[in-house]
């Protein structure tokens, strides 16, 4: 059964950092593209960053491209999301996800995690 659990999700003041872990069972995550992805109150579900599988070529929306950055840990099965200069529009629930197809603003997700809070406020 394979499941993706997230951590790492806090309350942070505007310009603070937060990094989010995402690790599997049941798969192992070098082997696949994996994804973060976003859902704000009231707002659709949006991807943030994504790192392919084959050559760990990355990509990164707009709204949070020189602050996000998206790595893997081989050894630790697990990948990260280090958030830097937190604004309060990053507040949303942040979603690991292995993506079948695209890693970019069009992708097609094979397995979900449950999701861990973010909330940027002072």
């Known amino acids: 059964q394979v499941q993706l659990v997230e951590s790492g999700g806090d309350l942070v003041q505007p310009g603070g950092s937060l990094r989010l872990s995402c690790a599997a069972s049941?798969?192992?995550?070098?082997?696949?593209?994996v994804a973060w992805f976003r859902q704000a109150p009231g707002k659709e579900r949006e991807g943030a960053s994504c790192i392919r599988d084959v050559g760990g070529a990355t990509w990164y929306a707009d709204s949070v491209k020189g602050r996000f950055t998206i790595s893997r840990d081989h050894a630790k099965n697990t990948v990260y999301l280090q958030m830097n200069s937190l604004k309060p529009e990053d507040t949303a629930v942040y979603y690991c996800?292995?993506?079948?197809?695209?890693?970019?603003?069009?992708?097609?997700?094979?397995?979900w995690g449950q999701g861990t809070q973010v909330t940027v406020s002072s």
């Open positions: 996800a292995t993506v079948n197809r695209g890693c970019g603003s069009s992708m097609i997700v094979r397995d």
């Open positions: 049941g798969l192992t995550l070098n082997y696949y593209t």
